[in-house]
């Protein structure tokens, strides 16, 4: 049997991208600003970091160390070069691993961070799951894909349920915060250019290039066809739709 190489494929596109995900440095900044500053003797973890666009917008706007993990080695390796490009290499600690067995002892972090990454677990389940890596009084800010309107379309609901995803509406978020452990500080929907500036307009002229290399390969071609369909949702339905920071704080 021809072995599958859809993930090759889309590893292949997603490897190219400044940012795996939808997010830009201004909502980042804006999520950090409702922490008390960070401080050197203070650690952050990124979970699902990917290349660590926003790994490395926090470490320029604070002064704390961080722990970036991600499951998938080359992102982990490009963040790792970007920062002692930057010379934050002293600062940011790149690891490869799984976000569902997080290898830290309980305790460990003033700050829990994912960008883009906590619907891989479950909103409910990473929150719970990561509430033992917090510092009492610790924070966890998460971006998550959420319902903006009432009754979305059907052919919404059966693309990001039936494709396995985490969906839920803001209130339905909000509502798992606090019997999981932590108070909201804040939410924010993020703005429509960190789903384009960042994110789908490189990832179109990946594209572009990704069909002419592969023109005659139906497998790839098929990876570009979903990465596609992404754009194409969001463009049709852009208030529909979206992703939430969520700022929370670890109570006792
Ligand atoms: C949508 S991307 C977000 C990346 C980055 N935070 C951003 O906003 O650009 C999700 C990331 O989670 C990583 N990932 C997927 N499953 C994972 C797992 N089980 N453990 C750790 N990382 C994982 C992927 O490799 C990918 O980099």
Known sequence: MAKDRSWDYFFEIYEKLPRQG????????????????????????????????????????????????????PFIDQLVGRAADLGLGDRIKGQVGDMNDLPFPDGSFDVVWSEGAIFIMGFSRGLASWRRLLKPGGFLVVSEFCWLRDNPPSELWEIFRDGGGDVGDVEERRSAVTPAGYRLLGDFVL??????????VPLSACLEEFRKAHEKNSEALEVAVGCQREIDLYRKYPDTFGYVFFVMERRE
């Open 191 to 200: 703005p429509a250019v960190g789903w384009w500036e960042n994110y789908y």
């Open 22 to 73: 939808p997010g830009d440095a201004r909502s980042t900044l804006r999520a950090l600003d409702l922490l008390p500053a960070l401080n050197d003797r203070q650690t952050l973890l990124d979970v699902g970091c990917g290349s660590g666009a926003q790994t490395i917008d926090l470490a320029m706007a604070t002064d704390a160390r961080i722990v970036a993990v991600d499951n998938h080695p």
